[in-house]
């Protein structure tokens, strides 16, 4: 390290010179005697001492300047030294120089704005005289030393005596340290950064603003201490950036060699692909590999965009698929730099002409580059010549197209088809039909027969029936279909043509039609499903010596099984409707009738409990009374006992519910008809149904006149009770219930009005049926929950009244339940 001149640290030239009070003390004064003369004595002393203080200073200077003018390895040793020579002067008891530290880091680079509770003060080196603290490395947190003033102001702090300072006296390290007088001078980066303190400190209490060179010493060592540790900073600051510049070098001489390296590999691997690669930046310029250049005959004049418009229009170079000349527009490359993606569906197919005149196919496909912004800078395509896969795919294509075609007509069945093969021919065009119509005459085509016909067998009565023909214009009553369903009937179940038929071989039979020369050939080709022989396919040729082919006898076959396997499958399909139809209706009931019996079971426990309980607590009330004879137990019994009553029944309503759906099931509901008076009938249901409800508001609407009918007067109470219950329990407590009672010509209606939540159009198909409950229908006043047995009971009991039952509900709004019974005419008869 280079040596630090003691000029370093001199005053600016702009400032007047200063004196140091270490350059040379004031002298003190000598005392007057009373009468004004000197003693000599005390003026040579005076003089003595003076002399010995300017040698002292000079010494200190001289120990100073030596000390910025060596070298040191480090800023540690430059501490340790500096703290040894101001140890001689400043007779303190600690010197030591401590480091400002973020709390919990290694960070040495403050923030001059950062409050001093985020900090630490760290030693970095002490000088103690008979004391063993502080140690070099321990921390203390900044708000607890003097130190912190000095880290706020960045001022030097002097404390001669600190038992006259509370603030200080009352801080931890005054009592750990024994601190009774303190000096502190920051140490400042030239930034104005502050990097810690040169701290003196004793265990008494010591004059310091007196002697102010203590404090000047204690600057000078502290602004040459930070000049070195700054310089010390920067030197390791300047190798650390020299060694990651070189390491950036190095690694920038590998990273080129290694780009060098794959951009050799990328050449090799580019030129080496079989498939034809080109790729252009946006300028239209090309770069073509071998593959590419010889798929599509590229000058080198042409590998750019303006060379290959000027071939294009003179002599198309890329036809498109179907052989026209390619726009230049519409050319691969020119669409992927639009920033097209020619991948996937999009792949293009386009012709060329090679060197010997042969007509190639090309598959191109295409991807856009793009930069580090996501612009497009280029494209990429790719040619594959395709020209063998692509002729044989067009060959096959053909034959499935025919195939297919056969598939269709063989899959255009209607749902019926499970009675094609036993039901009765019908002159009736049917969808079944037309779809065997156009498989005969497909198999017509491909075989090269005059007529087909599909024939269905009867397996239950062994009789045959022809289902189509080919020629829908030949009625099945023509000369040959006549002979073919002869020959037909006349095959028993032991025939050897049956046999032959079962075994899954081709029966041929001659055809002699009369009134015609030539004569057919009747070719039967057998219809199965598993083992089972559903019928045949009947081809019908004009020559007897014609002969299948084993192509032509191969498809007749495998057009019979598939028309077998059609067959097969429309049954297996029906099946499974009907099956999956009867587990829905079987799910269906038995979760309504597990909800019943839960339902059931819930209601019918409810009363026994109540009436248990009411047992119990008139038991308890008895045993009362017996304990103590002025104890009236009679009005808690009549209190119990009526609660059972109705307890009771509320159980035989229910019981009763469940005796009437038994009846209705087994058609034994008796009614016991008699002339009655309907208005009557509801004023009296109502007016018990307002005594059991006595706190809802029930609006009655009765005609003056008597409304007669011949009926059961009980049962039709039994509906308009049922109807009352579920209004009054299905609506809220201050909503009021409407009941009335008019004539509607030969009938009379009545009608029970709710304001509750109403029903849903398909809840209203479904709430007379058995069982039947509402899901989202809660219970809003009263009690219990039902069983979903009262509508249809009330709806059996209408009906057998010759009756109607119906309601009219809007969601939200509530529901208006009626009932229509024929009026009397003739009250003998009933």
């Known amino acids: 390290m280079e040596r630090e001149s003691f000029e370093l640290f001199q005053q600016p030239a702009e400032h007047p010179p200063q004196r140091s009070s270490l350059d040379a003390l004031p002298a003190e004064q000598p005392a007057s005697s009373p009468n004004g003369a000197v003693d000599e004595h005390d003026a040579q002393a005076s003089t003595q001492k003076c002399a010995e203080d300017e040698g002292s200073n000079a010494r200190i200077l001289r120990e100073v300047a030596q000390i910025t003018a060596q070298s040191f390895q480090s800023s540690q040793e430059a501490m340790r030294v500096a703290l040894e020579v101001m140890g001689h002067f400043l007779a303190s008891q600690t010197l030591f120089i401590a480091r400002f530290d973020e709390s919990g880091s290694e960070k040495t680079h403050m923030d001059s704005e950062e409050s001093s509770d985020a900090h630490v003060l760290k030693i970095i080196e002490t000088r103690n005289t008979g004391t063993p603290s502080p140690v070099v490395g321990s921390e203390d947190p900044l708000e607890n030393t003097y130190c912190q003033t000095v880290f706020r102001t960045r001022q030097p702090l002097i404390v001669d005596d600190v038992t006259q300072h509370p603030f200080y006296q009352q801080l931890a390290t005054t009592k750990n340290y024994h601190i009774g007088s303190y000096i502190g001078v920051p140490l400042i980066y030239s930034d104005g950064r502050p990097y810690g303190t040169l701290c003196s400190q004793d265990p008494h209490s010591r004059p310091l603003t007196e002697q102010p060179e203590k404090l000047e010493l204690m600057q000078i060592v502290a602004r040459f201490l930070i000049s070195y540790i700054e310089r010390e900073e920067l030197i390791t600051q300047v190798r650390a950036a020299e060694q990651v510049q070189a390491e950036l070098a190095r690694k920038e001489q590998q990273a080129r060699a290694e780009a060098d390296r794959r951009v050799s590999e990328l050449e090799a691997v580019f030129e080496s692909i079989g498939d034809g690669l080109l790729v252009s930046d946006l300028q239209g310029r090309f770069q073509m590999n071998a593959a590419a250049r010889h798929l599509l005959r590229m000058e080198p004049s042409h590998e750019n965009v303006q060379?290959?418009?000027?071939?294009?229009?003179?002599?198309?170079?890329?036809?498109?698929?179907?052989?026209?000349?390619?726009?230049?527009?519409?050319?691969?490359?020119?669409?992927?730099?639009?920033?097209?993606?020619?991948?996937?569906?999009?792949?293009?197919?386009?012709?060329?002409?090679?060197?010997?005149?042969?007509?190639?196919?090309?598959?191109?496909?295409?991807?856009?580059?793009?930069?580090?912004?996501?612009?497009?800078?280029?494209?990429?395509?790719?040619?594959?010549?395709?020209?063998?896969?692509?002729?044989?795919?067009?060959?096959?294509?053909?034959?499935?197209?025919?195939?297919?075609?056969?598939?269709?007509?063989?899959?255009?069945?209607?749902?019926?088809?499970?009675?094609?093969?036993?039901?009765?021919?019908?002159?009736?065009?049917?969808?079944?039909?037309?779809?065997?119509?156009?498989?005969?005459?497909?198999?017509?085509?491909?075989?090269?027969?005059?007529?087909?016909?599909?024939?269905?067998?009867?397996?239950?009565?062994?009789?045959?029936?022809?289902?189509?023909?080919?020629?829908?214009?030949?009625?099945?009553?023509?000369?040959?279909?006549?002979?073919?369903?002869?020959?037909?009937?006349?095959?028993?179940?032991?025939?050897?043509?049956?046999?032959?038929?079962?075994?899954?071989?081709?029966?041929?039979?001659?055809?002699?039609?009369?009134?015609?020369?030539?004569?057919?050939?009747?070719?039967?080709?057998?219809?199965?499903?598993?083992?089972?022989?559903?019928?045949?396919?009947?081809?019908?040729?004009?020559?007897?010596?014609?002969?299948?082919?084993?192509?032509?006898?191969?498809?007749?076959?495998?057009?019979?099984?598939?028309?077998?396997?059609?067959?097969?499958?429309?049954?297996?399909?029906?099946?499974?409707?009907?099956?999956?139809?009867?587990?829905?209706?079987?799910?269906?009931?038995?979760?309504?009738?597990?909800?019943?019996?839960?339902?059931?079971?819930?209601?019918?426990?409810?009363?026994?409990?109540?009436?248990?309980?009411?047992?119990?607590?008139?038991?308890?009330?008895?045993?009362?009374?017996?304990?103590?004879?002025?104890?009236?137990?009679?009005?808690?019994?009549?209190?119990?006992?009526?609660?059972?009553?109705?307890?009771?029944?509320?159980?035989?309503?229910?019981?009763?519910?469940?005796?009437?759906?038994?009846?209705?099931?087994?058609?034994?509901?008796?009614?016991?008809?008699?002339?009655?008076?309907?208005?009557?009938?509801?004023?009296?249901?109502?007016?018990?149904?307002?005594?059991?409800?006595?706190?809802?508001?029930?609006?009655?609407?009765?005609?003056?006149?008597?409304?007669?009918?011949?009926?059961?007067?009980?049962?039709?109470?039994?509906?308009?009770?049922?109807?009352?219950?579920?209004?009054?329990?299905?609506?809220?407590?201050?909503?009021?219930?409407?009941?009335?009672?008019?004539?509607?010509?030969?009938?009379?209606?009545?009608?029970?009005?709710?304001?509750?939540?109403?029903?849903?159009?398909?809840?209203?198909?479904?709430?007379?049926?058995?069982?039947?409950?509402?899901?989202?229908?809660?219970?809003?006043?009263?009690h219990g929950i039902g069983l979903g047995l009262g509508l249809h009971i009330c709806k059996t009991i209408v009906e057998q009244h010759d009756g109607r039952v119906g309601l009219y509900s809007t969601p939200g709004q509530g529901s208006h339940f009626w009932f229509t019974l024929p009026l009397s005419t003739d009250r003998v008869s009933c």
């Open 307 to 782: 060379g290959l418009s000027e071939a294009q229009h003179e002599d198309a170079l890329i036809l498109d698929e179907v052989g026209q000349p390619l726009v230049l527009d519409r050319w691969p490359i020119i669409r992927v730099l639009r920033g097209e993606h020619l991948i996937g569906e999009k792949v293009v197919t386009v012709q060329r002409v090679n060197t010997l005149g042969e007509k190639r196919y090309l598959n191109v496909s295409g991807m856009p580059m793009y930069d580090q912004q996501g612009q497009i800078n280029g494209g990429v395509c790719v040619f594959r010549d395709v020209t063998e896969h692509y002729v044989l795919e067009r060959r096959t294509q053909d034959t499935l197209n025919a195939l297919l075609t056969l598939a269709e007509s063989l899959a255009w069945v209607p749902d019926n088809a499970p009675g094609f093969f036993s039901a009765a021919p019908s002159h009736q065009t049917s969808s079944l039909q037309l779809a065997c119509q156009r498989l005969t005459q497909l198999i017509s085509t491909l075989l090269q027969c005059q007529d087909v016909g599909i024939i269905s067998l009867d397996s239950s009565t062994a009789t045959w029936h022809l289902q189509s023909i080919c020629n829908s214009a030949q009625a099945p009553e023509a000369p040959w279909w006549q002979e073919t369903m002869q020959l037909m009937q006349g095959i028993s179940p032991d025939d050897s043509d049956m046999d032959r038929l079962r075994t899954n071989e081709v029966v041929m039979h001659p055809l002699q039609v009369q009134g015609e020369e030539d004569t057919s050939l009747l070719v039967e080709v057998p219809m199965f499903v598993g083992n089972d022989l559903l019928g045949l396919l009947a081809l019908i040729y004009r020559q007897h010596d014609a002969a299948l082919t084993p192509a032509e006898y191969t498809l007749a076959q495998a057009v019979a099984k598939l028309t077998g396997l059609v067959y097969e499958r429309e049954r297996l399909l029906q099946e499974q409707a009907e099956a999956r139809a009867h587990t829905l209706a079987l799910q269906e009931t038995n979760r309504r009738f597990n909800d019943f019996l839960s339902i059931a079971s819930h209601e019918l426990k409810g009363p026994l409990a109540a009436m248990k309980v009411n047992l119990q607590m008139a038991q308890r009330a008895l045993r009362k009374q017996e304990q103590d004879a002025s104890f009236n137990a009679v009005q808690k019994l009549q209190r119990y006992l009526g609660s059972t009553e109705h307890q009771i029944h509320v159980q035989d309503r229910l019981t009763s519910d469940l005796l009437d759906v038994s009846r209705i099931r087994a058609g034994k509901l008796e009614l016991q008809k008699q002339s009655c008076d309907v208005v009557q009938i509801v004023h009296e249901i109502i007016e018990n149904q307002q005594q059991i409800a006595d706190d809802r508001v029930i609006h009655l609407e009765l005609p003056a006149e008597k409304m007669e009918i011949c009926g059961d007067a009980d049962r039709i109470g039994q509906v308009v009770s049922n109807y009352m219950t579920n209004a009054l329990k299905y609506s809220a407590f201050e909503k009021p219930v409407a009941v009335s009672v008019v004539p509607d010509g030969a009938e009379v209606r009545v009608t029970v009005s709710d304001q509750g939540p109403g029903l849903t159009s398909e809840e209203q198909k479904h709430v007379w049926e058995r069982f039947y409950r509402a899901k989202d229908v809660q219970v809003l006043s009263g």
